[in-house]
């Protein structure tokens, strides 16, 4: 014999009164963010943030030191890291064209994680310190041999002053121009 369903009644709370007064301390919360001295602003890209040396930005390729080892692609989570078939002359017989893999990146998906720089036993990928690089299109985004290759354009820092947040014991988190940059 199936089980007898139970109801049971769900005691209403709040009201109309409850929704209002929440609403008011959502806006007090906004007001004292709003008023706080304190606050953060980054003036960007008038200012940029200088991040320390270690920091996963963009991913660049020397393809002279490939080995063509594929296991950067094979490692990549998210699968934005493929593998592209290119002809070139033989070192050792320049009459004769072989097949060589390099890889290619997709940063539409690529979540900076690093394997790939990590795993690379040649250490013919590494990152550079930023990855606030902007696109016209999605299609730009994935990157042929040749741009891969090549370091992409930081237009901040030409225009703008590289800051850097420290801890201060008396103010807390306090954003500073880092001295020597520029």
Do not use: W
Request: contains cysteine; positive net charge.
């Amino acid at each position: 014999m199936p089980p007898r369903a139970v109801t049971k009644s769900v005691r209403k709370t709040g009201g109309l009164f409850d929704g209002v007064k929440s609403n008011v301390e959502a806006l007090i919360i906004g007001v004292k963010y709003f008023i706080d001295p304190k606050r953060m602003t980054m003036f960007y890209p008038k200012e940029y943030l200088e991040h320390r040396p270690g920091y996963r930005g963009f991913i660049v390729l020397k393809k002279e030191v490939c080995i063509s080892c594929a296991a950067c692609a094979r490692i990549c989570p998210s699968a934005a890291m493929k593998m592209v078939r290119v002809s070139e002359v033989d070192p050792k017989e320049p009459a004769k064209q072989r097949q060589k893999q390099y890889p290619v990146i997709n940063y539409q998906r690529c979540i900076f994680c690093g394997y790939c720089v990590d795993v690379c036993p040649v250490e013919a990928l590494y990152h550079l310190p930023f990855h606030d690089v902007t696109y016209e299109s999605l299609g730009d985004m994935f990157l042929t041999l040749d741009l891969f290759q090549k370091e992409p354009l930081r237009p901040v820092e030409k225009e703008g002053v590289p800051v850097v947040y420290e801890v201060d014991e008396t103010l807390g988190l306090v954003k500073r121009e880092r001295k020597g940059g520029g």
